[in-house]
């Protein structure tokens, strides 16, 4: 019984349920029985998780934009939803320096307009703001950043996490502090596993090339990522929202959900890891390419989720490995997505279970 229970027959709203990580999440949450509706803009594409495993059958789908807070008020106010969680945003560091002003839009006025209408709705008793781990003033070090690390962010992505933290700290701090709804967190880094088709992403572009029989070109080959397969960091923010539910206001504020401290892998080490599982194609390191700036050392330090929630990373590197490669085959086999991405939550859980992780028993 995940999670003790506590998503059976809960209304549970998610923002960007279209994407790739709110997709998996609200297929998992309806296996844990809950009541799921989600706010999103359309998908970008036909291959995009959310149309390949039909999820507009499973839940209740509303087409919208963050930015747009009548709206999103108006889907709150209908929903009465008891959980919610926000992952809409424009996720990507490369697109936001092509468009920093619709990216500060999103992820900063999305987050607000979040807020109001989670502050509008009494039935909210819980409410989880996914940022990044890339929220952190990135100082290039070996070591793993702390939930009380200062905010910062370079690029427009990051500096606009950054910010949706402040948002959430100056939310909780102004209006949620003797409130019923409990506020949180959670940054995790670079997530991921089958039904991502993200431009400018490691494993979406090897899948890419290998589809159209191309060499995959390494933008960061020596670049150090926290790689997670997708359901790492879901775990955290259904154990999260969980233990809020059940336990109460100790447990607002910053998490981080990132991979094991020994299992920081630099972006050739993945690639050469699929190769060797899948064996599907080549990869070439262009010379001298003159690039936006991108964090090239970014490590999470776990120790606060270990220590108080109970949670743990589930897969190990290989494992993870694995995971992606199985979710893209499914992809690119094209049958029974939505079976196979419950195989894989089942499979993840049973791992779980395993390794005795307190949510999964
Ligand atoms: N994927 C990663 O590696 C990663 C790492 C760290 C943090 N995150 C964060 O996790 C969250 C989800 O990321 P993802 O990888 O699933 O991204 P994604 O691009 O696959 O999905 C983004 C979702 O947000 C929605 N969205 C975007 N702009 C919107 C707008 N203006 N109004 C309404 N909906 C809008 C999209 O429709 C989609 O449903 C984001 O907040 C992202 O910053 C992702």
């Not at 844990?32 to 998780?49: K, R």
């Not at 500060?104 to 709705?121: D, H, P, S």
């Not at 703001?129 to 910062?152: A, F, H, I, L």
Request: aromatic content about 12%; glycine content about 8%.
């Amino acid at each position: 019984m995940s999670f003790n229970n506590i998503y059976h027959g809960k209304k549970v709203l998610v923002t960007g349920h279209t994407g790739f990580k709110g997709s998996w999440l609200s297929i998992w949450l309806k296996q844990l029985g809950a009541d799921v509706y989600g706010y999103a803009l359309p998908p970008y594409s036909e291959l995009d998780n959310f149309v390949t495993t039909n999820l507009e059958s499973q839940i209740t789908h509303f087409e919208g934009d963050v930015r747009d807070a009548a709206k999103l008020n108006d889907v709150f106010a209908k929903v009465q939803p008891e959980i919610v969680f926000h992952l809409a945003a424009q996720p990507l560091v490369l697109l936001s320096y092509e468009d920093p002003v619709g990216t500060f839009e999103t992820n900063l006025m999305g987050v607000v307009n979040f807020f109001e209408a989670v502050r509008k709705t009494k039935s909210v008793k819980v409410a989880i703001n996914v940022t990044s781990d890339k929220c952190y003033d990135n100082k290039e070090w070996v070591w793993g950043y702390r939930e009380n690390d200062p905010m910062g962010g370079k690029d427009p992505y990051s500096a606009s996490k950054g910010c949706a933290e402040l948002i959430t700290s100056s939310y909780v701090h102004s209006f949620f502090n003797n409130s019923s709804c409990l506020v949180a967190s959670a940054r995790a880094g670079n997530v991921i596993g089958g039904g991502d088709w993200a431009k400018d992403r490691i494993v979406p572009d090897y899948f890419r090339a290998f589809k159209a029989n191309l060499k995959l070109t390494i933008r960061n080959p020596y670049a150090t990522r926290p790689w997670q397969h997708v359901l790492e960091p879901l775990s955290g923010y259904l154990n999260l929202a969980a233990t809020l539910y059940e336990k109460g206001k100790e447990y607002c504020g910053g998490w981080n959900f990132g991979p094991e401290d020994t299992s920081n892998y630099s972006v050739k080490d993945l690639v050469d890891r699929m190769l060797l599982i899948d064996n599907t194609g080549g990869y070439e390191i262009p010379e001298n390419t003159v690039k936006p700036h991108e964090a090239t050392l970014l490590k999470l330090d776990i120790s606060k989720a270990v220590n108080y929630l109970n949670w743990r990373p589930v897969l190990s590197f290989d494992e993870t490995a694995e995971f992606t490669v199985n979710g893209y085959k499914d992809d690119i086999s094209e049958e029974g997505i939505l079976n196979k991405r419950i195989e894989q939550i089942n499979l993840y859980t049973s791992k779980a279970v395993q390794k005795k992780i307190e949510w999964a028993i």
